[in-house]
């Protein structure tokens, strides 16, 4: 009878601690992975490459757009949109993201088309910019100069875009850490290089 005690005193002993071990992998494993504080800490890394982008470009404000569907059409084909998620700006510059949310794509089809194709869309002032409602909404934010270009997953698939903004000068007047050396154009290839790298790095932490 003692003997049968024994083993079952052991058996209770061993199921409690392998459901303590499993409880504390289960309590581990929600704080790993807890949507929250990994996007906390996401956002930490994004807004510290958002600064650094904005630093090396000379520019004013820095952010990141993502695309996402919205509601639906009656032909019920989801709406295509663009929000912006991330902005940063240096001191005395306003912050435009709350004015910068569910974008329909298909009302900036140059600037879409340009992000798409060349990869890239940049000008000196928004009176050089053929989508008149494009160019309106830079000057609604005071931009002067801006400088855009595709995030895009290792598949190859664009899911939002990183960008500067010039406000208080134009590119034209700014000190860039990563322009061309003597040239006359601010927006050269070493500029490309450094946003696709950066771009590539904030992709990272969207997906």
């Given at each position: 009878m003692e003997g049968l005690?024994?083993?079952i005193s052991a058996l209770i002993g061993a199921f409690a601690t392998i459901a303590s071990v499993f409880m504390r992998q289960r309590f581990s494993k929600s704080r790993k992975f807890d949507p929250i504080l990994t996007e906390h800490q996401?956002?930490?890394?994004i807004y510290t490459a958002l600064n650094f982008v904005m630093e090396q470009m000379g520019a004013d404000r820095a952010y990141i757009f993502q695309f996402h569907n919205g509601s639906y059409y009656m032909s019920g084909r989801s709406q295509q949109k663009f929000s912006c998620t991330h902005e940063t700006t240096t001191q005395g510059v306003s912050r435009e993201s709350g004015y910068s949310?569910?974008?329909?794509v298909s009302n900036y089809y140059e600037y879409i088309d340009s992000i798409v194709k060349k990869e890239c869309f940049f000008f000196q002032s928004p009176d050089e910019v053929g989508d008149h409602a494009f160019s309106a909404l830079m000057k609604a934010k005071g931009v002067q100069s801006i400088y855009n270009i595709p995030i895009k997953t290792l598949n190859n698939k664009i899911i939002g875009i990183l960008g500067v903004d010039y406000v208080k000068s134009?590119?034209?007047d700014c000190e860039l850490s990563v322009?061309?050396?003597d040239s006359s154009e601010k927006f050269g290839e070493k500029t490309n290089e450094f946003m696709r790298r950066q771009a590539r790095i904030i992709a990272g932490y969207l997906v």
């Open positions: 005690y024994i083993v996401n956002s930490d890394n949310q569910n974008h329909i134009c590119v034209k322009c061309d050396i």
